[in-house]
């Protein structure tokens, strides 16, 4: 079943067409990744399917409705975004950032429940944050701050989670361990995960489709075997790369040509 369905995108600022005519489809369960060169019109192109930024024409159908005759609080429900920015500096502590994500779930002033409390407690430990609960999120380093992020997105238990760029602060191991996590709530929960990604081996490991942008467009979609090529990628990276396999995954992996 198609969860989203795009037809004809465009997205302007201004007379400047960041998104031209773009139409594709992400099914239910998908572990759904968007890449392409920076200045492509990823994070637009998110931005816009999650509700965030109104297209200047075409549309965005979710569960066969368009996405504005969905309510704030519907969509709030439905979907959690991970912005690029991940979450500011601000004088909270790690518990109460990730408590933010019960909100939509919550009356109007209500406090977390017991229920709410579990599932905050749950991801807490689940991501390591467990000792770190009470520490201000103004004292974490970028990476720390997204992983913050990511666990109030998880908070939220939303049916489909949306990540802009989810590894660019984080070391390797904490990439494995954020890309896990997110692979196993996919797995455990049946949430349809749309990300950004630069990391194109990355994007090879965990997504099942791939999208690929270049200046607005879309140059191809589909399986990642049939998108993460090394021709095509070459070509729109504008940098010569080598496939290789990856000996245990048997996924395509890519590497600088080192010229
Ligand atoms: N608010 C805005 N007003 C005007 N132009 C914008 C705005 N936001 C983005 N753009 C332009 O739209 C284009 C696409 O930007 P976008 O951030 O969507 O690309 P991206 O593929 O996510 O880039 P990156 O990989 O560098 O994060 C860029 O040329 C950018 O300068």
């Given at each position: 079943?198609?969860?989203?369905?795009?037809?004809?995108?465009?997205?302007?600022?201004?007379?400047?067409a960041?998104?031209?005519?773009?139409?594709?489809?992400?099914?239910?369960?998908?572990?759904?990744?968007?890449?392409?060169?920076?200045?492509?019109?990823?994070?637009?192109?998110?931005?816009?399917?999650?509700?965030?930024?109104?297209?200047?024409?075409?549309?965005?159908?979710?569960?066969?409705?368009?996405?504005?005759?969905?309510?704030?609080?519907?969509l709030?429900?439905?979907?959690?975004?991970?912005?690029?920015?991940?979450?500011?500096?601000?004088?909270?502590?790690?518990?109460?950032?990730?408590?933010?994500?019960?909100?939509?779930?919550?009356?109007?002033?209500?406090d977390?429940?017991?229920?709410?409390?579990?599932?905050?407690?749950?991801?807490?430990?689940?991501?390591?944050?467990?000792?770190?609960?009470?520490?201000?999120?103004s004292?974490?380093?970028?990476?720390?701050?997204?992983?913050?992020?990511?666990?109030?997105?998880?908070a939220?238990?939303?049916?489909?989670?949306?990540?802009?760029?989810?590894?660019?602060?984080?070391?390797?191991?904490?990439?494995?361990?954020?890309?896990?996590?997110?692979?196993?709530?996919?797995?455990?929960?049946?949430?349809?995960?749309?990300?950004?990604?630069?990391d194109?081996?990355?994007?090879?490991?965990?997504?099942?489709?791939?999208?690929?942008?270049?200046?607005?467009?879309?140059?191809?979609?589909?399986?990642?075997?049939?998108?993460?090529?090394?021709?095509?990628?070459?070509?729109?990276?504008?940098?010569?790369?080598?496939?290789?396999?990856?000996?245990?995954?048997?996924?395509?992996?890519?590497?600088?040509?080192?010229?």
């Open positions: 079943m198609n969860l989203f369905e795009i037809q004809n995108l465009n997205q302007h600022y201004g007379s400047f960041v998104l031209r005519n773009l139409s594709f489809a992400i099914s239910q369960g998908d572990m759904f990744g968007i890449i392409g060169p920076n200045g492509s019109g990823k994070s637009t192109l998110i931005r816009t399917i999650s509700g965030l930024q109104p297209p200047t024409s075409g549309k965005v159908l979710l569960m066969d409705r368009p996405l504005s005759s969905h309510t704030s609080k519907e709030a429900r439905q979907i959690a975004v991970l912005e690029q920015e991940g979450t500011p500096a601000l004088p909270f502590t790690i518990e109460q950032i990730v408590s933010m994500g019960r909100y939509p779930w919550l009356k109007p002033f209500a977390l429940g017991s229920h709410d409390k579990a599932v905050v407690e749950n991801i807490l430990v689940k991501l390591n944050l467990g000792p770190k609960r009470s520490q201000k999120v004292t974490l380093s970028g990476g720390q701050r997204q992983l913050v992020s990511l666990a109030r997105a998880m939220q238990e939303p049916r489909i989670l949306i990540l802009d760029e989810p590894t660019t602060y984080l070391d390797i191991g904490h990439q494995s361990l954020v890309m896990d996590h997110v692979r196993q709530w996919h797995d455990e929960l049946g949430i349809t995960v749309i990300m950004v990604l630069h194109l081996n990355i994007a090879a490991q965990y997504c099942n489709r791939i999208l690929l942008l270049d200046q607005g467009e879309i140059v191809t979609w589909g399986k990642k075997e049939d998108v993460l090529r090394e021709e095509t990628l070459t070509q729109v990276y504008k940098t010569d790369l080598v496939q290789v396999h990856h000996p245990k995954l048997g996924v395509p992996q890519f590497l600088l040509s080192g010229k």
